[in-house]
């Protein structure tokens, strides 16, 4: 049974950076292609980044790509997600997946002054 | 980017009814489409993938068609713990997109 257990929540100010951990049990990380999407207030989801499953590239949406950055611990079998620069507009859910199948609990994460 | 369109945005059915979703894209994702259920307070479920290949525990009450630009969702007879907010999201262009949801209510 694969499990993606995501870190805690996490209130920042604007400006500063989150990092975000996504604990994979079960499977590999290494054979697996990992995705953030995050989730607003609206509830609307948006994909944010993944890995390109032919090349192992990141890929990230234009809207981040000068500010996330996805790295993983293949040691600690873990993912992560940091984003920087953030604001008010970035308070959200942010998901790790292995899209479609498999998702993290959710890690929410508040920025405010 | 694809646009997903999702329709109804709400659609209020009663138990034991009928509910069929509709997914469009904008352009051909293939079937490079999976259906997602959603509560409150919780991760997406996926449903689907594939466009029609069922994933693993979901009910057989639920169906799910299409490919290229139309998609649909089908939930032959509602339960209680059918109520819930269903996303689509192609997988076959970067980046990855979502429709905005239908909220199936009662």
């Known amino acids: 049974q694969v499990q993606l257990l995501q870190s805690g929540a996490e209130v920042k100010k604007p400006g500063a950076s989150v990092k975000v951990s996504c604990k994979v049990s079960?499977?590999?990380?290494?054979?697996?292609?990992m995705h953030w999407v995050r989730q607003g207030p609206g509830g609307r989801l948006e994909w944010l980044a993944g890995?390109?499953?032919?090349?192992?590239?990141?890929i990230s949406s234009q809207k981040f790509q000068d500010r996330i950055s996805l790295t993983e611990d293949r040691a600690t079998n873990t993912a992560y997600m940091e984003l920087t620069s953030l604001r008010s507009e970035d308070t959200a859910v942010y998901f790790c997946?292995?899209?479609?199948?498999?998702w993290g609990q959710g890690t929410l994460v508040s920025v405010s002054s | 980017e694809i646009v997903l369109t999702q329709s109804p945005g709400i659609l209020s059915v009663s138990p034991g009814e009928r509910a069929t979703l509709s997914c469009r894209a904008s352009?051909?994702?293939?079937?490079?489409l999976a259906w997602y259920q959603q509560k409150p307070g919780r991760a997406p479920r996926v449903l689907f993938y594939?466009?029609?290949t069922r994933a693993t525990g979901v009910q057989p009450t639920f169906s799910a068609s299409g490919s290229a630009t139309e998609f649909t969702l089908t939930i032959s007879s509602l339960q209680s713990e059918d109520f819930a907010v269903y996303y689509c999201?192609?997988?076959?262009?970067?980046?990855?997109?979502f429709g905005q949801g239908t909220k199936l209510e009662i």
């Open positions: 594939g466009a029609s």
């Open positions: 999201q192609q997988y076959n262009d970067w980046p990855y997109t």
């Open positions: 079960g499977y590999s990380l290494s054979k697996l292609s």
């Open positions: 890995h390109d499953p032919e090349d192992g590239e990141t």
């Open positions: 352009q051909s994702v293939k079937t490079n």
């Open positions: 997946a292995t899209i479609p199948m498999w």
